[in-house]
């Protein structure tokens, strides 16, 4: 469960980009967030993953508020967080197969069965023949596909993606948002932002049964976009 309650954001620069907003996910939810460039999607996803601390206001996830966790409990709960954000980067020097293990490794993940595991999962997003290759090898967009795989493999409790298909063509962007669907399926809460409202059709067609929360970040504040 999270929530946040008067969750104020003002930048060092004197922009307020969230204005006293309320949010509530349950467990197990899909929310995607939209909104313009520059309107706080990034800001409020960071805070979510404990980088960002609010100005003013509460953030609690799972009734804990994680910005008074002790160092210890703050890399516990991170230890069930995947992060898919436009500044994280690949280890250049690992190949494709290697920056995707090092997550689960990390995690303290069973080392049996992952390379076919990985491979699996590179072949359903149309990389397998990547496997070995190294980041540099990589289209842009194919670079954003194994951060983001990289982030999903190991089925985190909560998954923080912002803006997950920039960089993406329309079918890999499909390809990535049934991920996403078969991962909360499977009971990760999954939060994504994107400034792409083209996707949004499109993106409640694929949907199918599954329920998505949509909401809408307009002037700082978190407003649920109900459908005509």
Do not use: C
């Not at 999607?41 to 508020?65: A, C, Y």
């Not at 230890?79 to 020097?93: A, K, Q, T, W, Y």
């Not at 990985?118 to 997003?125: D, P, S, V, Y």
């Not at 290759?133 to 912002?162: C, T, Y």
Request: aromatic share 6%; charged share 25%; hydrophobic share 45%.
């Amino acid at each position: 469960m999270i929530q946040a309650f008067h969750l104020t954001k003002v930048h060092s620069s004197g922009v307020k980009v969230l204005d006293d907003a309320y949010l509530s996910i349950p467990e197990g939810n899909f929310v995607a967030i939209i909104g313009e460039s520059r309107t706080g999607k990034s800001t409020l996803l960071k805070m979510l993953g404990g980088e960002e601390k609010p100005t003013s206001g509460v953030l609690r996830i799972d009734h804990q508020d994680i910005y008074s966790l002790s160092t210890q409990e703050k890399h516990q709960w991170l230890s069930e967080v995947g992060m898919i954000f436009p500044d994280l980067r690949l280890f250049p020097d690992k190949t494709i197969q290697e920056n995707i293990a090092f997550v689960l490794q990390v995690k303290g993940a069973s080392g049996e069965g992952q390379e076919e595991a990985i491979g699996k999962l590179l072949n359903k997003a149309g990389l397998g023949s990547k496997a070995q290759a190294k980041p540099v090898d990589l289209s842009s967009g194919e670079q954003r596909m194994v951060l983001a795989l990289r982030a999903m493999i190991f089925r985190p409790k909560l998954l923080l993606a912002d803006d997950p298909f920039q960089g993406l063509d329309e079918k890999a962007a499909a390809v990535l948002f049934k991920f996403l669907l078969e991962l909360n399926k499977a009971g990760s809460t999954i939060i994504l932002s994107t400034q792409q409202m083209s996707f949004l059709g499109e993106a409640k067609k694929m949907a199918g049964e599954a329920t998505i929360q949509w909401v809408q970040l307009d002037q700082g504040k978190l407003v649920p976009m109900e459908e005509a």
